[in-house]
C-alpha cells in the first residue's frame, strides 16, 4: 500500500462515526449467539476458581453445564447484590472469597464511592484495566475525540474507580493525559487556562461549579482551549438535557456522558445522538427486572438492570443487580445495534418512590428543576415516611443574585411545584435555602437524602 493510500485510510478511519463498526453494529442475533458463549464460559471459570460463587452454585445444585441458552442464565444463575460483597470483605479485608484469581495477580486497587459509609473493594488485573479503559473509548470517538486530544481531570485521585477507568480510556486511545490532582477549584480553573486542554473530565455538577468560580475569577471558559466535557459518576448531560444546556454553554464545548457501575465496567458510552447511552455489549451482559416480581420486563418497560461483566476476571459479577431503573430499547438512529438506554437512569429501585400512587423517578424531577433559571445547580432531593406514605422534598437554592430578594424565594418555589404538578401530576414539597448553603462536591453530588426508616429503603446505596 502506498504512502497516499496509508493517508487516505487513516483519513477515513478518524471520520468514521465508530471506534469499532464490526462490533458496534454486529447484527443481534450475532451479539446473543456470543453473549451465550461468553457466559457459558464464565459460569465455568466462576465455579472452577471463585469460592464465593461455587459456594452460591453449590447451595442450589447449579451446575455450569446447566446453562444451555440466555433463558437459562436469566433463570438459573442467583442474582447477586453489592450488599454481599461487602460483608464478605469487611469479615475478611481486602477482598474476602470474591477474588477468582490469586492475589498476585491484582495490579490496581480501587473502591466505589461509598456513599452509603461502606466502600466496595474492587481489585483489577492489568489485563481487567485495558478492557475496562477501552469501554471510555467507544463514548469518546462517537462525541469527536481523537488520540490528538489531550485530557484534563479535574479529579483528586483518590481510590474512587470511576475516573481512574477514564485515565485508562485516555491512555488506550493515545491522547496526553494531565492531572488535576490535589488542586482547588480555582486551580483546576488556572491549570486549564495555562496547559490548553481540549477535554475536560469531571462530574457534571463540578463543570458546573467550576464555571461559577470562574465567572467569580472574570474567567471566560467559553473561550478556554476546551472543545469537549465528558462526564460519569452521576445524572449528566444526557439524563438532564437543562444541564447539557448549562455545561456546553459554560464551556463552549460539546458535552458527553456515560453510565458505568464501578465494580462492574464503564459499561455504556453516550449515543451521539444525545438521547441515551448503549450498553458495551462486548463488555457487558444485562437484562431488565421488575424489582419487586423479580419477573424480566419487555423492551420499553421500566425495569431494574441486572448485568454480568465480562471485563473482570478478577472479581467477577454475574446477574448483578444494579439497582439502577433503565428503560431498554433495540436498535438505534445512530447506527449501534447495542441496547440503548433511553435517558440513561431513570432512578434507582431505592430512589423511587411512590407518591399518592404515582411513582416518581429522580431524573424526572431534576429535569423540571433545571427549567427554571433562578434556580443554582444545587439541591435535593429528601425522602421521608409520613403516614404511611413516601414523601419527596425538593430542597432548592436560588441563584446568587437573588440572596437579598427573599419575596422572590416564595414564588420559585410555587412555580417550581406547579411545574411539577403539571408534568408528573403530584404535587410535591418544595422549599428554599439561602443560596451557596447547599454542600459542593468533587466526586459524586448527593442529591438523595433519604431519611426513610431503614426498612423502607429497598437498596444499599451505592
Not at 450475532?30 to 464460559?41: F, T, Y
Not at 470474591?98 to 461509598?114: D, N, Q
Not at 461502606?118 to 485495558?130: A, E, G, I, Q, R
Not at 485521585?157 to 490532582?181: D, M, P, Q
Request: hydrophobic share 35%; proline share 6%.
Amino acid at each position: 500500500m502506498t504512502s497516499a493510500q496509508l493517508s487516505t485510510l487513516g483519513k477515513a478511519s478518524r471520520e468514521s462515526k465508530f471506534w469499532n463498526q464490526y462490533t458496534e453494529t454486529m447484527p443481534r442475533d450475532k451479539i446473543d449467539a456470543l453473549h451465550l458463549h461468553r457466559l457459558q464460559g464464565l459460569v465455568h471459570y466462576v465455579y472452577e476458581r471463585s469460592p464465593f460463587y461455587r459456594k452460591k452454585f453449590d447451595s442450589i445444585g447449579l451446575k455450569p453445564e446447566d446453562i444451555r441458552t440466555l433463558e437459562d442464565y436469566k433463570r438459573k444463575v442467583p442474582l447477586s447484590d453489592k450488599s454481599e460483597f461487602i460483608d464478605l470483605q469487611l469479615a475478611d479485608p481486602p477482598y474476602g472469597p470474591t477474588l477468582a484469581l490469586p492475589l498476585e495477580f491484582v495490579a490496581h486497587h480501587a473502591e466505589t464511592s461509598g456513599t452509603s459509609g461502606k466502600p466496595l473493594s474492587l481489585p483489577f488485573s492489568m489485563y481487567d484495566t485495558v478492557r475496562y479503559g477501552e469501554s471510555w473509548v467507544y463514548g469518546f470517538w462517537g462525541l469527536g475525540i481523537r488520540p490528538s486530544d489531550s485530557f484534563y481531570f479535574a479529579f483528586g485521585w483518590g481510590n474512587f474507580a470511576g475516573f481512574w477507568s477514564a485515565y485508562w480510556g485516555a491512555r488506550r486511545l493515545g491522547c496526553r493525559v494531565i492531572s488535576g490532582g490535589g488542586l482547588d477549584t480555582k486551580g483546576h480553573i488556572n491549570a486549564i487556562m495555562r496547559l490548553r486542554p481540549t477535554v475536560l473530565i469531571s462530574t457534571p455538577t463540578f463543570a458546573l461549579r467550576m464555571a461559577t468560580v470562574a465567572a467569580e475569577m472574570g474567567v471566560d471558559l467559553a473561550s478556554s482551549s476546551v472543545k469537549y466535557t465528558y462526564h460519569a459518576g452521576e445524572p449528566g448531560p444526557t439524563a438532564l438535557p437543562a444541564m447539557r444546556e448549562a455545561i456546553e454553554k459554560a464551556w463552549g464545548a460539546k458535552a458527553g456522558e456515560l453510565l458505568g457501575v464501578a465494580e462492574v465496567d464503564a459499561m455504556a458510552p453516550g449515543c451521539p445522538n444525545g438521547d441515551g447511552v448503549h450498553l458495551n455489549e462486548m463488555n457487558c451482559f444485562a437484562w431488565s427486572m421488575d424489582p419487586d416480581t423479580g419477573a424480566e420486563v419487555a423492551d420499553g418497560q421500566i425495569g431494574e438492570n441486572i448485568v454480568t461483566g465480562f471485563a473482570s476476571t478478577t472479581q467477577p459479577l454475574l446477574n448483578y443487580r444494579t439497582h439502577d431503573l433503565v428503560r431498554r430499547r433495540s436498535g438505534c438512529s445512530c447506527g449501534r445495534t447495542w441496547t440503548k438506554f433511553e435517558g440513561t437512569v431513570l432512578g434507582r429501585t431505592d430512589f423511587m418512590v411512590t407518591v399518592r400512587g404515582t411513582n416518581v423517578y429522580q431524573t424526572a424531577v431534576e429535569n423540571l428543576i433545571g427549567q427554571l433559571p433562578e434556580i443554582s445547580n444545587s439541591y435535593e432531593l429528601v425522602l421521608t415516611r409520613e403516614e404511611d406514605n413516601d414523601v419527596m422534598t425538593v430542597r432548592f437554592e436560588p441563584v446568587k443574585a437573588l440572596a437579598d430578594r427573599r419575596d422572590a424565594w416564595d414564588d420559585i418555589a410555587k412555580r417550581l411545584s406547579d411545574r411539577i404538578h403539571a408534568a408528573l401530576h403530584v404535587r410535591l414539597r418544595t422549599v428554599s435555602v439561602p443560596p451557596e448553603s447547599l454542600p459542593r462536591y468533587e466526586l459524586k453530588t448527593k442529591r438523595i437524602i433519604d431519611e426513610r426508616p431503614k426498612g423502607f429503603r429497598r437498596a444499599l446505596d451505592r
